[in-house]
């Protein structure tokens, strides 16, 4: 089973106070970018691979979708889902075992949850053949340059200018980081590794982006700016 950090107290506390947690998809700053990349919703039948707190799956729901499921391995994140309306299936899965009906959905989402998934390959393998033909496939993960470093953080030279070191990149697998708590598991991969995982899988890439921010944006937040340095996400789509 993969880590379910997000059940661990000092971790769920620690997530709950983000903004993104308190703000939904409002406080998510890629969540613009990554909505221009989704399909109308309305009628379609939707699962959330790694589903959170459900707000996506409100969203979508709100917006007409005939049918959601969101999974997640996080009992603390379903309870909380399943708390703020019906209307929504949830249920406990791990992403990295998953098993889905054929041609069952129309549109597969996952929001910053990859990365915790070991095989990402197999991941894809069982969404396309979840997914009705020309089904869509939208999702965000952390970006390889932000996971890549063995020991990630910002570097200060004399003159205050940040940077964020680079070290490892080509050298994928599992990263080990303190984060909301001790010894958070992520799983680095390069982008030509995950978007080639896709195209083996039988998926056709339509738009890929590396998230950055709007001058709107960072004038509306300004710790924003910072995210001009390095991509933060990696936001792709593609189709069945």
Known sequence: MAQNIYDQPDFFAGYSQLGRSIEGLDGAAEWPAL??????????????????????????????????????????????????????????????????????????????????????????????QALSPGGHFVFSTEHPIYMAPTRPGWAVDAEGRKTWPVDRYLVEGPRKTDWLAKGVVKHHRTIGTTLNALIQSGFTIGHVEEFCPTDAQIAARPGLAEELERPMFLLVSARR
């Open 35 to 128: 909505r221009a990349m989704l399909p109308e919703v309305g009628g379609l039948r939707i699962v959330d691979l790694g589903c959170g707190f459900g707000w996506f799956c409100r969203w979508a729901h709100e917006h007409g979708a005939s049918h959601v499921l969101g999974l997640d391995l996080s009992e603390k994140m379903l309870a909380r889902a399943r708390a703020t309306g019906p209307g929504i299936t949830y249920e406990r899965a791990d992403l990295d075992k998953l098993r889905l009906p054929q041609d069952s959905f129309d549109l597969a989402y996952s929001s910053l949850a990859l990365h915790y998934v070991e095989d990402v390959a197999r991941l894809f393998r069982t969404a396309h």
